[in-house]
């Protein structure tokens, strides 16, 4: 992989399966040094296998379901607060999970029962337009 130009093209060109792998395989980069960062440890742990797997199969797929977008929105945003209120400075695997959901952002968004979700889109707007420039 060639370093991006820029922040917004990051993961643009990368297949899905490569994303799946680097996930898989890329250390978290937070020591467990207490009861803290080990919680935090561990729920990276998790958000890593959540998402490669999602993630392996998706090659040609220019889609993805809603509830999986906003799940993974509000994780990686989570976890960003979490590292800021620890002290801990971001990780490479930090700002790899800011590149998969700026990924993400290009993805159309399939919605599976659309009268539920309504209000989902009601209580997520201002979320995610403000969240925008954190990135």
Known sequence: MSPPSSKSEGLDSEEWEWIANTLANMDCGVDAKCAKTRRLRAELGLIRQILSSEVKGWNGNDSMDLSFFMG??????????????????????????ELVLKRFEKQKLLVKKPLATISEFKKMKGVVENEEEHL
Do not use: Y
């Open 72 to 97: 993974s929105f509000k994780a990686i945003k989570k976890m960003e607060t979490r590292f800021a209120s620890l002290g801990i400075k971001k990780t490479e695997f930090l700002i790899f999970l």
